[in-house]
């Protein structure tokens, strides 16, 4: 009976929620499907244009990171309309028109309400063949780890909020989270990869877990491999850490078996939550030089940082 299919039962929503994939994906025919997701925050960055433009690229790499074309993107707008200037509203709405242009898909409209704090973010729509959905269930034993965006992003925003980061530090934090991941899933498209997710708020350990665990393997990642923008250990070191980098390392902590060596600030950089961050992608293990060739063609910074292992447990080996 139709009525007791609940909508993750329906035979056409490909992606739902069970897998803690980065969007919800629905089969329209053979040949197209829908993607969609929405994403939105509080400011991470005093520049409303940034910010705008930084919301956008995060909004965006949901779709990216399923191997999706963005079409269509709504915003979504919280604003103190009394308190601040209407023009900073204008500033963050310019950001994300323009990102949403570069990926070349369209504003279609949205939604303001007043807010006590701004928030901006977006419900984006994509479009791909509902055969070459990029999943988090997919990685296999063998295959390698590749990430495209170095770690870092939320250790620096706090630092700059603090008023400890210098300008060359903050500039390459907004250079990493405007970056869209738009050139990572062209290649991911034509080469074919076996999972992906993007990097956000659960870190780089975090999304990596939920890869993991929908793929029923484990993994093997090395500390000296892993890309860490300039400065962020330094600023670790001083205590310039997000609190969601240590609800993470905690949340994952019976999951985790690190190298001994490996010390407190390095696993907290490790779960330090991204805005706008890189793609997570696994590649079979004779494709994957290729895949770090055809990235750094396209100018993007991928980089081998582990690989797929059996295991009965989503366990992360984290050595040095
Ligand atoms: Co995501
Ligand atoms: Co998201
Ligand atoms: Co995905």
């Not at 490909?14 to 400011?43: E, I, Q």
């Not at 999706?68 to 601040?84: R, S």
């Not at 630092?159 to 934090?173: F, H, I, N, S, W």
Request: hydrophobic share 45%; glycine share 10%.
């Amino acid at each position: 009976m139709l009525c007791q299919l609940s909508s993750s039962e329906d035979p056409n929503l490909l992606v739902g929620s069970s897998t803690s994939d980065d969007a919800a994906v629905y089969r329209l025919n053979d040949d197209l499907a829908l993607v969609l997701t929405v994403d939105y925050f509080t400011p991470v960055v005093d520049d409303p244009y940034t910010f705008g433009q930084i919301a956008a690229a995060n909004a965006l790499s949901d779709i990216y990171a399923m191997g999706a074309k963005p079409l269509l993107a709504l915003n979504i707008i919280g604003f103190p309309i009394k308190l601040l200037p209407l023009e900073i509203m204008v500033e963050i709405l310019k950001g994300g028109a323009d990102k949403i242009k570069e990926a070349g898909a369209i504003v279609a409209g949205g939604h303001t309400i007043e807010d006590n704090e701004p928030k901006y973010g977006l419900a984006v729509t994509g479009l791909i063949h509902p055969g070459r959905v990029i999943k988090n269930a997919g990685a296999r034993p063998g295959d390698v780890l590749i990430l495209t965006k170095p770690l870092g992003t939320g250790i620096i925003n706090t630092a700059v909020k603090g008023k400890l980061a210098d300008e060359p530090t903050r500039q390459a934090a907004v250079e990493v989270m405007t970056a869209l991941n738009d050139q990572a899933a062209a290649v991911m498209f034509s080469l074919g990869v076996s999972a992906c997710t993007d990097i956000t708020g659960f870190g780089l350990l975090g999304h990596l877990y939920e890869m993991l665990s929908a793929s029923g393997v484990g993994g093997r990642i090395y500390l000296n491999n892993i890309p860490v923008l300039e400065q962020v250990h330094n600023l670790a070191d001083m205590g310039l850490i997000p609190g969601g980098a240590y609800r993470n390392l905690e949340y994952l902590e019976e999951w985790l078996r690190w190298d001994e060596e490996i010390d407190e600030t390095d696993r907290l950089i490790l779960s330090d939550p991204q805005t706008s961050g890189g793609l997570l992608m696994t590649v079979s293990g004779k494709r994957a030089d290729e895949a770090v060739s055809a990235l750094r063609a396209e100018g993007v910074a991928g980089v081998k940082i582990g690989e797929i292992i059996e295991s009965e447990l989503p366990l992360i080996n984290v050595e040095k």
